[in-house]
């Protein structure tokens, strides 16, 4: 029988080598949607560049999180776990705000997609996804992310 940190371990191996093959690939996409040969307008051509940098930004940051999460599931030394979940607090805290944006969302990632598809929408299909995932963003933003202090002591100080 497989053991929890054994499956987590192969979990993590999984993701980070997925990420490891699809990072180059939505490169490609960006650097084509970016070059002369692409045939979009822009609005669609910014809209279409804005969802592969998230895509591409999701897959190396959840990447990175599974590194410092595994580092301090197997550490067996205090300092060394405490260490690696510091990592851990800092990438969730440091990813949302460029996912999210703390007190600037218009400027963030989602921001500047949600700008973007208001040039390209032709219809309302997407609307109701858009608002859903805007309202967890909003929701998770005030619950666990957004107070300064918390976020400078997780960062700066060994807590």
């Not at 940190?5 to 191996?13: A, K, P, R």
């Not at 939505?26 to 279409?48: H, M, R, T």
């Not at 205090?78 to 705000?97: D, T």
Request: with cysteine; glycine share 4%; charged share 25%.
């Amino acid at each position: 029988m497989i053991r929890n940190s054994e499956l987590v371990f192969q979990i993590n191996e999984r993701i980070i080598a997925d990420t490891e093959n699809l990072l180059p690939k939505y490169f490609a996409i960006y650097k084509y949607l970016e070059g002369e040969d692409c045939s979009l307008e822009q609005p669609q051509k910014e809209f279409c560049m804005q969802i592969v940098c998230i895509q591409m930004f999701v897959n190396y940051f959840y990447s990175v999180y599974l590194v410092s999460l595994f580092g301090a599931l197997k550490s067996t030394d205090r300092r060394e776990q405490q260490a690696h979940l510091k990592y851990v607090n800092s990438y969730i805290i440091e990813g949302f705000k460029a996912l999210w944006g703390y007190n600037k969302p218009g400027s963030s990632m989602w921001g500047k997609l949600i700008k973007e598809y208001r040039l390209v929408k032709e219809n309302n299909v997407f609307d109701n996804d858009i608002e859903a995932i805007t309202n967890r963003l909003k929701e998770y933003a005030e619950s666990a992310i957004t107070d300064k202090d918390e976020r400078d002591l997780a960062m700066h100080y060994q807590i």
